[in-house]
């Protein structure tokens, strides 16, 4: 199976390679680094880089003729990319020109109307600006500001809208994120910070566990990594309450019960423990804590407990611990999906533990990967802008922080002064935030809400002003990924589509209205280049861990960071006791147990679990509302197993609604043996003009940990229920 999955990509790439000789008659010169337009054929080459949120984070090479986008191919240059992209990547250029992009500025008559005028920037940011001002007046200060921004993109200079906010004076910001702040924290606490090794490394491993991901959708380049290590004699397990097209192409497969993972990895340990299968080298030398960890193991887990608690039988249990603790080296791939619950991030530390006490940490084919940072040595330069003259003078003297993940709550709860104003960028709070109702109640509250977007979002039929924004192929950035070890440069490929502009160039419009008005209230620079934005970013220790010399020379592809391919490959952690912490005073000092203990999932509250996991056809709200992604996935859907749908007189197709106290949705069911009997499973997508909004069963209950590394807990999506019926 993953032999043929090989040779059909390869022999896909070599047949697009052929169809594109014949087109550009063979023609593949690569100029060097200059300021000039490379030519392959007729077509002009650039260098993207996809800056959404996901690991594979990928390297685009765009081929444009007469200023169009003709076709797009991921970077060859990458091996981690390896030339191709997934099947959101492959619609970019049919986001870049879908008709449904907003084109101009415009107000809407009325918030949610649908009423919508055109208007000029001129008018846009003189009504935005005058809002800004006023706030000043009224409240003394800026706090009435917020800014909401999340994911959308993550290019490096387009952390301008953070800067915008700083140009402005002190305001309302968020902090935290939905992704994984659970998990880092938890391995903060373990390794005294989170770092994995390099993904192409994976090919080392004997044994895998992929444990709460789902890379055949969410990371498909780590796929290849996966398959050579199967067909060079590892064994993939999944570990997962959903069969995912990654446990599909598995040799083993556990269906935990969700939110109770923390168990089975403690049964494991206790089983490994037993049969005598400790690294004693790790946990005596590279390791504080062990024997308190080792004597809670023996006093309070048990193989049966494990069973019961995580809903697998004991000899699976038994089974997975021994053949983990006899290969070397073997690898644990945590993914975010499974932190995202209320104990989630004591269920990471259990898992670590799993990984330390086998000595698996610190060597190649090994570790348990999670994510890291370490390559984000940028200056942050876009985002660091001085406070303008008269915020210096203000009683305010600095930003209100409130948790990203309880946006709603928090915008209610702000108290004084009142959040009054919100400028949402790279974020679709209607489709992503929790709790969809309270949010509705939130925006009601607000004076002004602008929206910097490139589709008619559910956030935008919510907002009063909204500005077009340019995609990625219009602008220039800088990415990296916080699971690969590659930088590409995002140039910009073809001339801003409509009246869009960059977040950048927004911030830049805004700052001179605002001065123009009040000359002095905003920092923010007019004047300068896209290429002074990139020189800004970048240092030399940045230059150096890329083994390059200027930036420029990623017009020539993606380069890949000098690192060894194992973290922790000198076993010195960041942790206080520069060991690894099976025992963490930090852990302690933030509220939870200083060992990875054993902590109860969320009780259930209706009889079904629900949980929104991520598409294969979107990431979050982007994409599926492409024509394109339609003809592959026309509608939403919930997946109900066929037992529990009897049950309910449910038949594949029949519309049920899906209720709980937060809210409720309707939408088709779809019957099927993946998910669990008590498990219903809807993906967290926005169709184009469809009132779906897994949201509305969604609340804002947090994760346990993720204040210490990122400030505001992570949130606990996972761990909802719900009641369902058949409608009609
Ligand atoms: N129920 C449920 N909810 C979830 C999750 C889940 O698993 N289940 N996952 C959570 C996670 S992990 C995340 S990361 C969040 C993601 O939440 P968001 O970051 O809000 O989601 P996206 O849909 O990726 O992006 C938001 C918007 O950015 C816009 N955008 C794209 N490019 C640009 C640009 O260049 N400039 C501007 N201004 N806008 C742009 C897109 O059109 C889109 O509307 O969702 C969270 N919400
Ligand atoms: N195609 C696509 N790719 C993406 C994204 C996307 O939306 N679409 N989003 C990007 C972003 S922002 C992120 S954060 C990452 C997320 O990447 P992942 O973490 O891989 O994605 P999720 O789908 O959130 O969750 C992964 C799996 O966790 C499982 N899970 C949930 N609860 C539990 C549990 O209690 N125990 C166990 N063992 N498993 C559990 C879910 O069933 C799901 O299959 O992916 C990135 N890549
Ligand atoms: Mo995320």
């Given amino acids: 199976m993953a032999d043929n999955m090989k040779y059909d990509i390869n022999l896909k790439r070599a047949s697009f390679r052929k169809g594109f000789e014949v087109l550009t008659g063979g023609l593949f010169s690569r100029a060097g680094v200059s300021e ?84 000029s920037w001129d008018e846009a940011m003189d009504i935005i600006a005058r809002k800004i001002l006023s706030l000043k007046e009224q409240d003394g200060s800026l706090l009435g500001l917020c800014l909401a921004k999340a994911s959308g993109h993550h290019g490096v200079t387009n952390n301008s809208p ?139 887990i048990t193989v049966p407990w494990a069973a019961a608690a995580c809903g697998l039988p004991e000899e699976d249990i038994r089974r997975l611990a021994e053949e983990f603790a006899s290969a070397t080296p073997a690898t644990i791939w945590i993914g975010y999906g499974m932190q995202r619950h209320i104990n989630g991030g004591a269920n990471v530390r259990a898992i670590d533990a799993l990984g330390a006490i086998t000595g698996n940490i610190g060597i190649e084919g090994g570790g348990v990967r999670y ?23 203000s009683q305010v003297t600095s930003d209100r922080l409130i948790n990203t993940n309880k946006l709603a709550r928090e915008i209610i709860d702000a108290g004084d002064p009142p959040v009054r104003m919100l400028w949402i960028t790279c974020r679709n709070p209607m489709s992503q935030d929790f709790d969809r109702p309270l949010l509705e109640k939130a925006f009601d509250s607000l004076d002004l809400i602008v929206s910097v977007e490139q ?30 070890y590659w930088l590409s440069i995002n140039e910009q490929a073809i001339a801003p589509l409509h009246e869009c502009k960059s977040n950048t160039q927004i911030a830049a419009a ?35 861990m890329f083994g390059i010399s200027d930036w420029r020379e990623l ?76 003809d592959f996935n026309p ?35 779809r019957l099927t043996t993946n998910v669990s009997r008590d498990c219903l499973v809807l993906y967290e997508v926005w169709f184009n003009q469809n009132a779906y909004c897994v949201q509305n069963l969604v609340d804002d209950r947090s994760a346990d940990m993720g204040a210490f590394q990122t400030g505001a807990p992570g949130v606990a999506i996972h761990d909802q229920f719900a009641d369902i019926e058949r409608v009609g």
């Fill in 36 to 119: 000039e337009i490379v030519y392959e054929g007729d077509y002009e080459i650039f260098r993207n880089v996809c800056p959404r949120n996901c690991y594979d984070t990928c390297g685009i090479k765009t081929y444009v003729k007469d200023g169009v986008i003709r076709f797009i191919e991921g970077a060859p240059e990458s091996t981690f990319t390896d030339g191709g992209l997934c099947v959101k990547g492959y619609a970019y250029p049919r986001r870049v020109y879908s008709p449904d992009r907003i084109k101009t500025p415009m107000r809407q008559i009325g918030r949610g109307s649908g009423k919508w005028q055109r208007i």
């Fill in 162 to 300: 953070q800067g915008m906010m700083s140009a402005l004076g002190y305001t309302t910001r968020t902090v935290g994120t939905p992704c994984w702040p659970a998990g880092i924290d938890a391995q903060a606490f373990d390794m005294g910070a989170m770092w994995c090794n390099d993904p192409e490394d994976m090919i080392n491993s004997r044994y895998i566990i992929l444990w709460g991901v789902n890379p055949a959708w969410c990371s498909i380049h780590t796929m290849k990594y996966i398959y050579e290590a199967q067909s060079r004699g590892a064994k993939v397990v999944v570990i997962d309450p959903v069969f995912t097209q990654t446990a599909a192409k598995a040799d083993l497969y556990f269906q935990v019960r969700a939110g109770t993972d923390g168990a089975l990895a403690l049964g494991m340990a206790r089983h490994i423990l037993d049969l005598g299968l400790v690294d004693e080298t790790f946990v005596t030398r590279h390791a504080v804590g062990y024997d308190r960890f080792a004597n809670y193991l023996k006093d309070n």
């Fill in 371 to 393: 994510g890291h940072l370490t390559n984000r040595i940028f200056n942050y330069a876009a985002a660091d802008m001085p406070p303008p003259k008269d915020a210096a003078s």
């Fill in 455 to 484: 589709f008619f979002t559910q956030t935008v039929e919510h907002s009063d002003i909204v500005l077009p924004v340019t995609t990625l192929f219009e602008e220039w950035s800088i990415n990296v990924s916080y699971w690969h």
């Fill in 510 to 544: 805004l700052s001179t209205k605002m001065n123009e008005l009040s000359p002095g209230s905003c920092t923010f620079p007019t004047d300068l280049t896209d290429e002074q934005w990139i020189d800004r970013e970048f240092n030399p220790e940045l230059l150096e």
């Fill in 555 to 630: 017009r020539n592809g993606p380069v890949k960071a000098k690192m060894p391919a194992a973290a922790w490959h000198e076993r010195r952690f960041k942790t206080p006791s520069g060991k690894y912490e099976f025992y963490s005073e930090t852990a302690a000092t933030y509220g939870h147990k200083a060992l990875p203990e054993f902590s109860e999932p969320r009780k259930a509250r209706a009889p079904f679990r629900v949980m929104t996991p991520h598409s294969k056809f979107a990431i979050h709200s982007q994409f599926q509302n492409l024509d394109y992604m339609a």
């Fill in 635 to 669: 509608e939403p859907h919930v997946a109900i197993h066929p037992e529990a749908a009897a049950a309910k007189q449910i038949r594949d197709g029949d519309p049920v609604r899906i209720f709980n106290d937060i809210g409720e949705l309707t939408a088709p069911a």
